[in-house]
């Protein structure tokens, strides 16, 4: 029950950082409401990576901790923490610039998490 709760916190804070109505974009951008502008700020993609980094550990935690369990979990918890990590890299890479890269890493790391 507490890794399902962890699990609820992290996809409802993730995708409130990334919700419109919040405007949490927005305020990086210069004028303070262009989301567009905003979400290649590299102070948004860097604290959205630190966010990342930190739940990556969390769940490399919850990865070791299962290998006294059944294998589905061992495997559950494995494609999880690399979704996280890839998705940690691909925001570390719109921070320093690199687009074209960071596409092929959330395109990956979100295949891997829903695994």
């Known amino acids: 029950m507490m890794i399902c709760g962890l699990f609820a916190v992290f996809w409802l804070s993730f995708g409130g950082l990334n ?3 919040w405007q949490i974009a927005a305020s990086y951008s210069a004028s303070g409401t262009n989301a567009a502008e905003g979400s290649l700020n590299v102070g ?4 959205i990576a630190l966010f990342l980094t930190v739940w990556g550990f969390a769940f490399f935690t919850f990865f070791i901790f299962t290998f006294k369990t059944s294998m589905v979990f061992v495997l559950i ?7 996280a990590w890839l998705l940690t890299a691909a925001y570390w890479k719109v921070a320093s610039g690199d687009l074209d890269y960071a596409m ?10 829903m695994n």
């Open 44 to 47: 948004y993609n860097a604290g």
């Open 77 to 83: 918890f494995f494609f999880v923490d690399a979704g």
């Open 19 to 21: 919700l419109p109505e």
């Open 104 to 113: 092929k890493l959330q395109r990956v790391g979100s295949l891997s998490s």
